[in-house]
């Protein structure tokens, strides 16, 4: 008997004909429910909450393979009350991520949306040497909230743009730092000594508003912001507060505390760059992610070990 299984239908038209062939494949949109039934595993996107009341749909259920590497839509510790396992797709989404932080960084510090702006509107009248100047990176000081993979990858990319580090992370990073010359700090001493600060820790119940009045209130006068990593580890009023009154010189948004839907304000100011969660959308990427999530299922399925379990993971302190 082929067992069921439950795969979020969006990634279907990543993966090769028949991912798991010894599966009964039940594909779920985003918009559908949670169905009921003896599925073994799950597939879901970010968007899709795995918690109490999905598991009581779910009494089969050994694994939840989320296709991210954030797993705050899990919860874990019902998962592991129930024994069903979660992986995530860690490592195959750092580059991707990391180049679209640089990318944020330089759009915000080159004032790249008021340029096209100038453009859209018709209104740019020619070269001018005063026009748009924005803040070269050679330099300044790069904080990372977090230095695991992401934060690193970020790290190593911005030393070649002449950046200087620091770090904040629970545990020293010490390969990253001989390789980079990172120097791991307190939040405070980050957020007081960076020009530009970016965001790399995870959703948890520690990170969550990790970065409020008060941590905005912190950075240096004309700062920037970036955030790649998860919209709640924000204060979204207080950021917009920082950024209106002029305290910030500009923020660089890919996640938001309440996707899909973005605050206004931050949509419309001309020094905030605002995405719609693309960190890891890179077609190479997101095969890799969907055959990761899957692969983990067909481990399960064969009785072998899966790849990538939540809490398994040895990357984070290097290379
Ligand atoms: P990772 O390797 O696990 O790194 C997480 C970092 O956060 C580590 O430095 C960890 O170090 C630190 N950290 C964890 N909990 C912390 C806490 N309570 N306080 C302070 N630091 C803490 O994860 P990753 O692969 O780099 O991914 C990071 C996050 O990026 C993901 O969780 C996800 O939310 C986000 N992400 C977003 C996108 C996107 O599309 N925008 C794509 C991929 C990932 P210590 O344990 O030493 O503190």
Request: aromatic content about 2%; hydrophobic content about 45%.
């Amino acid at each position: 008997m082929p067992t069921p299984v439950l795969i979020a239908a969006e990634l279907r038209e990543l993966l090769p004909e028949n991912p798991l062939p010894s599966a009964d494949v039940t594909w779920i949109s985003a918009e559908e429910p949670t169905p009921s039934g003896p599925y073994e595993a799950v597939v879901p996107l970010l968007s899709r909450r795995i918690g109490l009341q999905e598991l009581a749909l779910l009494p089969k259920l050994r694994l939840v393979a989320n296709c991210a590497v954030g797993v705050d839509n899990v919860d874990l510790a019902a998962c592991a009350a129930r024994g069903v396992g979660v992986t995530n797709t860690p490592d195959v989404l750092t580059d991707a991520t990391a180049d679209l932080t640089m990318a944020l960084l330089l759009a915000v510090t080159r004032r790249m949306k008021e340029g096209e702006a100038l453009l859209r509107e018709g209104a740019w009248t020619g070269w001018d040497p005063r026009q748009l100047l924005g803040t070269g990176l050679r330099g300044l000081t790069l904080g990372l909230v977090g230095a695991g993979r992401i934060g690193q990858a970020v790290g190593r990319r911005a030393r070649a743009f002449g950046m200087g580090l620091r770090y904040t992370a629970r545990q020293p990073r010490a390969a990253f730092e001989a390789d980079t010359g990172a120097v791991r700090v307190s939040l405070d001493d980050l957020l007081a000594g960076s020009d530009v600060v970016s965001l790399h820790v995870p959703s948890t119940g520690e990170t969550r508003g990790l970065i409020g009045r008060a941590a905005l209130a912190r950075m240096k006068p004309g700062a920037f912001l970036i955030n790649t990593a998860r919209g709640d580890v924000v204060d979204e009023q207080a950021l917009i507060d920082a950024l209106e009154s002029g305290h910030l010189g500009g923020v660089g948004l890919d996640v938001f505390a309440r996707e899909p839907q973005v605050p206004p304000p931050l949509v419309r100011h001309p020094r905030a760059v605002v995405l719609p969660h693309l960190g890891s959308a890179t077609v190479q990427t997101r095969r890799a992610m969907a055959g990761l999530a899957v692969k983990n299922v067909a481990a399960l399925l064969e009785g072998k070990r899966v790849l990538t379990p939540v809490g398994g993971e040895t990357a984070g302190d290097g290379r």
